[in-house]
Nanobody
Framework: EVQLQASGGGLVQAGGSLRLSCAAS????????IGWFRQAPGKEREGVSC???????YYIDSVKGRFTISTDSSKNTVYLQIDSLKPEDTAIYYC??????????????????????WGKGTQVTVSS
C-alpha cells in the first residue's frame, strides 16, 4: 500500500509559481496512476491533473497551459508545477493514487474517480 505526502504549498501573489510535491512511500509509483486534486473553501473537491502509469497526462480546461504534472521515479515523487497563479487557484491541494492496470486509453474523469490512496493536503493561497 502506498502512502502519499503532499508539500510545497504556500502564499504567493497572482502571477507567481509554485511546485507541489507528492512523495510516496511503501510502494513504487511506477505501478500507479497519480492525480492532483484541490478543494477551495465552500466548494467540492475537483481533480485538476493526473498522470497514468504509461505517462499520459491529463488536465482540466481551467489549468491547461498553467499546470504541469511530472514524475521523478528516482525520488518516487510526483510534481505539480503551477505557473501564472490566479486567486481562484486558492485551495487545499491533495495528491492521490491507484494501481493502474488498465490497458485502454481512459479519460481524465475515469482516472479521477479511480483514486484509492490519498495524502494530506497542502494549502495554496494566491493573493490578488
Amino acid at each position: 500500500e502506498v502512502q502519499l505526502q503532499a508539500s510545497g504549498g504556500g502564499l504567493v501573489q497572482a502571477g507567481g509559481s509554485l511546485r507541489l510535491s507528492c512523495a510516496a512511500s511503501g510502494s513504487s509509483l511506477k505501478f500507479y496512476a497519480i492525480g492532483w486534486f484541490r478543494q477551495a473553501p465552500g466548494k467540492e473537491r475537483e481533480g485538476v491533473s493526473c498522470i497514468s502509469r504509461s505517462g499520459k497526462t491529463y488536465y482540466i480546461d481551467s489549468v491547461k497551459g498553467r499546470f504541469t504534472i511530472s514524475t521523478d521515479s528516482s525520488k518516487n515523487t510526483v510534481y505539480l508545477q503551477i505557473d501564472s497563479l490566479k486567486p481562484e487557484d486558492t485551495a487545499i491541494y491533495y495528491c492521490a493514487a491507484f494501481p493502474d492496470t488498465t490497458t485502454q486509453t481512459m479519460g481524465a474523469q475515469w482516472y479521477f474517480g479511480a483514486m484509492e490512496y490519498w495524502g494530506k493536503g497542502t494549502q495554496v493561497t494566491v493573493s490578488s
